[in-house]
């Protein structure tokens, strides 16, 4: 089924609008306090339609990603009462224990490592603000961590370029299908 190969010729269509450098600052932002989609699925294809302009969208990613991270420490700070009740629905209570316990092992490394992978990040900017770590580490990891990462996402495409892209779209329907499936199977593991 091409359903991913569909989807990313819609991204693509999107990252060319005159307003897609807004609409990835607002996913961005959203991703980092409560929205669960990353804004890779933006910066990539805006990257690849626009290369020139790689540095700029990742520079722009990780800006508006950090200040989504504000916000999402605020509203750990001040409202965790109020969203415990979503966390364990949408099946982040444990990922959110887990965040904190690591905040009690690790605090800055905690942010560095969950600005730069794929563990929800948006989570660990909740359990900083639930734990009131100091903001000013806060902060800084939070600005390596997502700035390492999506400039390694812009530069990749960027140097990668048109054959990038092109083995991308060879491939994409596979990689979305096992990343469904990854997601399914940690959903599983977590649930447990």
């Given at each position: 089924?091409?359903?991913?190969?569909?989807?990313?010729?819609?991204?693509?269509i999107?990252?060319?609008?005159?307003?897609?450098?807004?609409?990835?600052?607002?996913?961005?932002?959203?991703?980092?306090?409560?929205?669960?989609?990353?804004?890779?699925?933006?910066?990539?294809?805006?990257?690849?339609?626009?290369?020139?302009?790689?540095?700029?969208?990742?520079?722009?990613?990780?800006?508006?990603?950090?200040?989504?991270?504000?916000?999402?420490?605020?509203?750990?700070?001040?409202?965790?009462?109020?969203?415990?009740?979503?966390?364990?629905?949408?099946?982040?209570?444990?990922?959110?224990?887990?965040?904190?316990?690591?905040?009690?092992?690790?605090?800055?490394?905690?942010?560095?490592?969950?600005?730069?992978?794929?563990?929800?990040?948006?989570?660990?900017?909740?359990?900083?603000?639930?734990?009131?770590?100091?903001?000013?580490?806060?902060?800084?990891?939070?600005?390596?961590?997502?700035?390492?990462r999506?400039?390694?996402?812009?530069?990749l495409?960027?140097?990668?370029?048109?054959?990038?892209?092109?083995?991308?779209?060879?491939?994409?329907?596979?990689?979305?299908?096992?990343?469904?499936?990854?997601?399914?199977?940690?959903?599983?593991?977590?649930?447990?």
């Amino acid at each position: 089924m091409r359903l991913f190969s569909l989807l990313m010729d819609r991204v693509l269509i999107w990252s060319r609008h005159p307003k897609a450098t807004f609409y990835l600052a607002g996913l961005s932002f959203a991703e980092s306090s409560f929205f669960p989609i990353p804004p890779d699925v933006m910066l990539a294809p805006m990257v690849i339609a626009s290369p020139k302009k790689a540095w700029r969208f990742a520079a722009i990613t990780t800006i508006s990603s950090v200040l989504g991270g504000l916000a999402g420490f605020f509203i750990g700070m001040f409202a965790i009462d109020l969203i415990e009740p979503s966390l364990k629905q949408f099946g982040y209570w444990d990922v959110y224990l887990l965040a904190k316990d690591w905040f009690s092992s690790w605090g800055f490394w905690a942010i560095l490592a969950a600005g730069f992978s794929p563990i929800p990040y948006k989570i660990f900017t909740i359990a900083a603000g639930a734990i009131t770590m100091p903001l000013m580490p806060f902060i800084v990891a939070s600005i390596f961590g997502r700035a390492s990462r999506f400039f390694l996402v812009a530069g990749l495409i960027y140097l990668g370029g048109k054959k990038f892209e092109d083995r991308l779209r060879q491939y994409i329907d596979l990689i979305g299908w096992l990343f469904v499936a990854a997601m399914v199977l940690g959903f599983l593991i977590l649930g447990n």
